[in-house]
């Protein structure tokens, strides 16, 4: 007898738009970066999984800088931290940014690996900028325990700023490594909701 291949399914939105659903995504905050609680007075952020963004104060609400995803808040912002701190990370002028122009004071990634001396000959002055973002970001949370959930998140806010015009699309970094839905995920309709305007977060996305 021969065997047949299994049945792959795969979502086509004339047949099984009705299969969409739309949940609400609730999303707190401002945070602080952890150790800069104090100085900009701002509550430390919950150890939970779910969506991060982080923004600067802009305007009459907060503009986005970056999207970022984890099982562990606490964990995965320890891990950015000891990032930054290396050089490893693009450093932006912060009052720039406030204006949604993006600056950038030291180019991280692939740049900062091949040019270590030059992060290091002029340390003491990019560190001033690394401690000033830092303490300049705040952050906004939303909980999501389903890693995928987390991602495709994560694709539909990132791949909605590439494809804007707008002036705060240019702060986030270009390149990032998403995965967004696959073809048999049937799609989500998210509607974020926030207490606070953030220039870059849409009011309703398709994940």
């Given at each position: 007898?021969?065997?047949?291949?299994?049945?792959?399914?795969?979502?086509?939105?004339?047949?099984?738009e009705?299969?969409v659903?739309?949940?609400?995504l609730?999303?707190?905050?401002?945070?602080?970066?952890?150790?800069?609680?104090?100085?900009?007075?701002?509550?430390?952020l919950p150890?939970?999984?779910?969506?991060?963004?982080?923004t600067?104060?802009?305007?009459?609400g907060?503009?986005?800088?970056?999207?970022?995803?984890?099982?562990?808040?606490?964990?995965?912002?320890?891990?950015?931290?000891?990032e930054?701190l290396?050089?490893?990370?693009?450093?932006?002028?912060?009052?720039?940014?406030?204006?949604g122009?993006?600056?950038?004071?030291?180019?991280?990634?692939g740049?900062?690996?091949?040019?270590?001396?030059?992060?290091?000959?002029?340390?003491?002055?990019?560190?001033?900028?690394?401690?000033?973002?830092?303490?300049?970001?705040?952050?906004?949370?939303?909980?999501?325990?389903?890693?995928?959930?987390?991602e495709?998140?994560?694709?539909?806010?990132?791949?909605?700023?590439?494809?804007?015009?707008?002036?705060?699309?240019?702060?986030?970094?270009?390149?990032?490594t998403?995965?967004?839905?696959?073809?048999?995920?049937?799609?989500?309709?998210?509607?974020?909701?926030?207490?606070?305007?953030?220039?870059?977060?849409?009011?309703?996305?398709?994940?």
């Open positions: 007898m021969r065997e047949e291949l299994p049945d792959f399914w795969s979502f086509n939105r004339p047949r099984d009705s299969l659903k739309t949940e609400d609730h999303w707190y905050g401002p945070f602080s970066w952890k150790d800069f609680e104090k100085t900009n007075k701002l509550e430390p150890d939970i999984a779910g969506v991060y963004l982080l600067f104060e802009y305007k009459d907060y503009i986005l800088r970056s999207v970022g995803v984890t099982n562990s808040m606490k964990r995965r912002f320890a891990q950015h931290t000891r930054y290396a050089g490893n990370y693009t450093i932006l002028d912060v009052d720039y940014a406030k204006v122009i993006r600056k950038e004071i030291w180019h991280g990634w740049y900062a690996k091949e040019h270590r001396d030059e992060f290091l000959r002029y340390k003491n002055y990019i560190m001033s900028f690394i401690k000033k973002e830092l303490e300049s970001y705040r952050i906004f949370i939303t909980e999501v325990e389903d890693k995928r959930k987390r495709r998140i994560e694709f539909a806010i990132v791949q909605n700023i590439y494809s804007s015009k707008e002036p705060w699309a240019n702060l986030i970094d270009g390149g990032m998403l995965r967004g839905r696959f073809n048999n995920e049937i799609p989500i309709e998210i509607r974020n909701i926030c207490s606070y305007k953030v220039y870059g977060l849409s009011e309703k996305l398709e994940i």
